[in-house]
């Protein structure tokens, strides 16, 4: 809210995707989201850009579709496992719920209907007030399965180094001794449909 308010305060990046200890960033995930800050900074100071987040820019109910249009830094949407701690982690919503005065609405499916669109198709019709979530707490602890295609290159590489304090579950083959990947992960939002 206070990026979407202030001029100069920018939202880089939700700290979800990134390896950790369980509550803490372990010290790849630390120079991981370091290696996100500093790519943001660079776009908004030395390129002077302007920088919003994976974040979604409209949404719409008709029926039992929900269609969220998104703004992407770098289309097309990806669905992706976030870290959970050090595991790759899939949701079978892909991190979304949705609520209405009756509580929650099942999600029969998720998928990206475009470049910068994700559709829901829900399992009932809902009544009253319509919440749409994602990376909630309580559905998915958090995390979400949305990303874009940005493809920067990190000037770091993942580390993993035996007997310095790691967990054994860091060394992930397919991170190790490779440039952390830097793309844009949605950030979390409880938002209500516009009625269609």
């Known amino acids: 809210e206070l990026s979407e308010e202030e001029r100069n305060w920018f939202l880089a990046t939700p700290i979800y995707p990134y390896t950790d200890k369980g509550g ?6 630390y120079r991981w989201v370091g290696m996100q800050l500093g790519k943001v900074l660079h776009r ?30 770098c289309p097309p949407l990806v669905f992706d496992k976030p870290y959970v701690v050090l595991a790759g982690t899939d949701y079978a919503d892909k991190g979304f719920r949705v609520l209405d005065d009756l509580g ?3 999600i029969s499916s998720v998928a990206i209907a475009a470049d910068t669109v994700v559709k829901l198709v829900l399992g009932r019709e809902t009544t009253g007030v319509v919440k749409v979530q994602y990376a909630s707490k309580t559905a998915s602890n958090g995390n979400g399965n949305l990303r874009d295609s940005d ?23 397919e991170l190790v001794d490779r440039p952390y990947p830097l793309h844009n992960w949605c950030i979390a939002f409880s938002l209500t449909p516009e009625l269609i």
Not at 24 to 29: F, K, M, T
Not at 151 to 173: F, H
Request: glycine fraction near 12%; charged fraction near 15%; hydrophobic fraction near 35%.
């Open 24 to 29: 803490h960033l372990d010290s790849n995930g």
């Open 44 to 73: 908004v100071v030395t390129l002077g850009q302007d920088w919003k987040p994976l974040s979604p820019r409209g949404m719409t109910l008709s029926g039992r579709q929900v269609l969220i249009d998104f703004h992407v830094p």
């Open 104 to 106: 929650t609405v099942p």
């Open 151 to 173: 493809d920067t290159v990190a000037s770091e590489n993942y580390v993993y180094q035996a007997g310095s304090g790691q967990y054994a579950g860091a060394n992930i083959p």
